[in-house]
């Protein structure tokens, strides 16, 4: 009966602010990621809003500006999967494909980076001149990591290297480390 009751007020009370970020314009669902790796994934980071708050406060007193920044945002998720050998060419059509579906709703192209063997897109959501998602697709050849990474909230572009920091997510990729 308690764990029956402590469910029911945790769908009550969390359900509608996980649904919040899928709702958000900056929101990004990447599909089955699964399809390019046998592996779990290496690395994934899921931070919602009650844990970024929490964040902000924590950091408040030793970086103010940071923790400014953290409150504004809805939720960081970070994948990182080891792509099987035989689908190096398949998780840059994914990504190519997921791009393309960004673009149809809206999101700007921001950066994109086409080498032999990797290639990195990254993309804006902007409402009312204001970034509000971004999305960053990475993946080298067969066998190297595939990153999809999804920022939602208000991003203040300056402040993305100083909040990638905060948790460990490297910026700089580079598929033949």
């Given at each position: 009966?308690?764990?029956?009751?402590?469910?029911?007020?945790?769908?009550?009370?969390?359900?509608?602010?996980?649904?919040?970020?899928?709702?958000?314009?900056?929101?990004?669902?990447?599909?089955d990621l699964g399809v390019l790796s046998s592996q779990p994934p290496k690395v994934e980071i899921s931070l919602?809003?009650?844990?970024?708050?929490?964040?902000s406060a924590a950091t408040e007193e030793e970086d103010a500006e940071l923790a400014s920044t953290l409150s504004?945002?809805?939720?960081?998720?970070?994948?990182?999967?080891?792509?099987?050998?035989?689908?190096?060419?398949?998780?840059?059509?994914?990504?190519?494909?997921?791009?393309?579906?960004?673009?149809?709703?809206?999101?700007?192209?921001?950066?994109?980076?086409?080498?032999?063997?990797?290639?990195?897109?990254?993309?804006?959501?902007?409402?009312?001149?204001?970034?509000?998602?971004?999305?960053?697709?990475?993946?080298?050849?067969?066998?190297?990591?595939?990153?999809?990474?999804?920022?939602?909230?208000?991003?203040?572009?300056?402040?993305?290297?100083?909040?990638?920091?905060?948790?460990?997510?490297?910026?700089?990729?580079?598929?033949?480390?």
């Amino acid at each position: 009966m308690k764990l029956t009751l402590i469910t029911a007020c945790w769908l009550l009370f969390a359900g509608p602010l996980l649904a919040q970020g899928s709702n958000a314009p900056g929101y990004v669902e990447f599909g089955d990621l699964g399809v390019l790796s046998s592996q779990p994934p290496k690395v994934e980071i899921s931070l919602g809003a009650s844990l970024l708050g929490f964040l902000s406060a924590a950091t408040e007193e030793e970086d103010a500006e940071l923790a400014s920044t953290l409150s504004k945002l809805q939720s960081i998720r970070v994948n990182v999967f080891e792509v099987d050998a035989e689908k190096g060419d398949e998780a840059m059509q994914y990504i190519l494909g997921v791009g393309n579906q960004l673009e149809q709703r809206g999101w700007e192209r921001a950066v994109v980076v086409r080498e032999e063997e990797s290639v990195v897109h990254m993309y804006m959501m902007m409402v009312d001149g204001n970034v509000v998602g971004m999305a960053v697709m990475m993946a080298g050849g067969a066998g190297d990591d595939a990153v999809f990474m999804n920022i939602v909230g208000e991003i203040e572009p300056r402040q993305l290297g100083r909040v990638a920091a905060k948790f460990g997510v490297p910026l700089d990729f580079n598929p033949d480390s």
